[in-house]
């Protein structure tokens, strides 16, 4: 059972940065990429960014392309999430998710980003 946790979250002034982190427990082969998603309040749950664990070709939607970068470290078992020129339409909970080559999924708990105008 792979456990992932995210870290980096806060309070940030519109135009400012933050880098979102993201913990699994273990490294399991079988998971073939990673994302993140974000879910504000009232709104449902939607995908920010994933990258490729096979080719680290990476997808972003369409609100932050040119803004965020997602990225690992494998040798850390860490996901990232480099979140530049933030807006306040950017505040939610910002999940990490694994998923698997047979479509299992592993989710974090969230972690909070609120961006003030």
């Known amino acids: 059972q792979v456990q992932l946790v995210e870290s980096g979250g806060g309070l940030v002034q519109a135009g400012g940065s933050l880098r979102l982190s993201c913990t699994a427990s273990?490294?399991?082969?079988?998971?073939?990429?990673m994302g993140w998603f974000r879910q504000a309040p009232g709104e449902v749950r939607e995908i920010v960014a994933r990258?490729?664990?096979?080719?680290?070709?990476?997808y972003y939607t369409d609100s932050v392309k040119g803004r965020f970068t997602i990225s690992r470290d494998n040798a850390k078992n860490t996901l990232y999430l480099q979140m530049n020129s933030l807006k306040p339409e950017d505040t939610a909970v910002y999940y990490c998710r694994a998923r698997t080559v047979f479509g299992k999924e592993y989710w974090g708990r969230g972690t909070q980003v609120t961006v003030s105008s």
């Open positions: 990258i490729s664990n096979s080719d680290d070709s990476t």
């Open positions: 273990e490294r399991t082969a079988s998971v073939n990429t």
